[in-house]
């Protein structure tokens, strides 16, 4: 038996009065999503631990089956084990436009080639010896520090769209007063390089992780796919396999087809692959209820039915699910149930893959740090 786990990220959502209280996924047209919840069976999973920040790097480790009250350090030093980066502590550092309100928290989704070049300027110019940043993908980049500090309060970039920057500073102790100051320092080095961003912004720091491996726990030769480095880094800590795919965006744009003829190979070599995708929780973050409407039937179409029409379904079990909902309303994540649905051996009678159909399968409400004990027994 393969095991095959699809994460669109942020996907689930609330109901829109504008959709007359239909969340996102019961208005788009979805025949293949829907399939999987009609031949399986379905529930509802809390993928966010009590006193955890609603991100993607809490959600996807306990989809995982890996306990982030014990393992988890911060996001940024997950996106250090994709990169090999060596560091006491590692912080995420988005490149975003602001004035005293956060405008951008993506630098009008600044290229990959210009963040490299903002990137190395900022390095050229630096201005503390213990701190090195590291280009990502992007907006998404990294700033290391090579000393020892007790870790501090941050706040993510797209949590705070629109609202005032002065109350989400970094803040508890002597490592946020030197982030704020490299923060303002930032202000006057960007506009010599670039037009997109005009400052940086640190956060979800922490030590380097060591997580439990994957093979060990469940004895299963597994990979990954994902078009960002938060993922990767977790199949890194995990010693999962992480497949590169060319023309990967992160958004709806992104090489769908890649991404299939990757999944269906991989499927043949490995037990259990993961494959992630993040365009709809971009565009869920811009507050476009069209385009996620329109990014769900592009997800469903050009990945969930492509993989369904190819691949041997006889030998293959499917999970289906969202890692955490992104209302489109809201702009960022909440810490809420979210929708699943398994194709492969039992089934139950609910027709349709939505927040609210999903209710009422057979699997109930489920704490999420059991879904791999549902999904590989």
């Known amino acids: 038996m393969k095991y095959l786990l699809l994460i669109p990220d942020g996907m689930a959502d609330r109901r829109i009065e504008k959709l007359r209280k239909r969340t996102p996924l019961e208005v788009a047209e979805k025949p ?7 031949e399986g069976a379905c529930g509802m999973a809390g993928t966010i631990p ?32 994709a990169k ?41 110019k630096k201005k503390y010896d213990f701190v090195e940043f590291h280009a990502g993908k992007s907006y998404r980049n990294l700033l290391a520090i090579k000393k020892d500090f007790e870790n501090v309060k941050t706040f993510p970039p797209h949590d705070i769209q629109g609202k005032k920057i002065a109350d989400y500073l970094p803040r508890d102790g ?92 991989a499927l043949k070599e490995f037990d259990f692959v993961v494959v992630h995708t993040e365009g709809i929780d971009e565009v869920s973050h811009e507050g476009n209820l069209e385009k996620k409407i329109e990014a769900i039937e592009i997800y469903d179409e050009k990945l969930v039915g492509r993989i369904l029409d190819k691949a041997d379904l006889s030998e293959l079990r499917i999970m289906l699910i969202p890692d955490h909902p992104t209302p489109v309303e809201l702009r960022t994540h909440v ?19 939505s927040e609210i159909s999903c209710m009422e399968g057979k699997f109930g409400f489920l704490d999420g740090i059991k879904l791999m004990d549902l999904f590989l027994r």
Do not use: Q
Request: hydrophobic letters at 40%; charged letters at 25%.
């Open 50 to 81: 009590k006193g955890f920040e609603p991100g993607s790097d809490i959600a996807n480790l306990t989809i995982l089956g890996i306990d982030v009250r014990k393992y988890y350090t911060g996001r940024g030093p997950i996106e250090a084990l």
């Open 32 to 38: 293949n999503m829907d399939f999987i919840a009609k």
């Open 174 to 265: 002597e490592l946020a007063e030197i982030l704020i100051d490299l923060m303002e320092w930032s202000k006057k080095i960007l506009p010599e390089i670039t037009d997109k961003a005009n400052m940086i912004w640190p956060w979800g720091g922490g030590k380097m992780p060591n997580f439990p491996k994957f093979y060990k726990i469940w004895k299963l030769r597994s990979a990954m796919i994902s078009e960002v480095d938060l993922l990767k880094g977790i199949a890194r800590g995990l010693e999962m396999k992480f497949i590169e795919v060319e023309g990967l965006t992160g958004y709806i744009d992104t090489n769908y087809r890649g991404i299939v003829r990757s999944t269906l190979k």
């Open 84 to 124: 090999g980066i060596n560091a006491n502590m590692v912080f995420r550092c988005n490149l975003v436009k602001a004035s005293d309100v956060m405008l951008d928290y993506s630098a009008g989704r600044i290229s990959d080639e210009e963040a490299k070049n903002v990137i190395k300027h900022l390095n050229l």
């Open 335 to 353: 810490a809420e149930e979210v929708p699943f649905a398994i194709y492969g051996s039992e089934k139950d009678n609910v027709k349709t893959f």
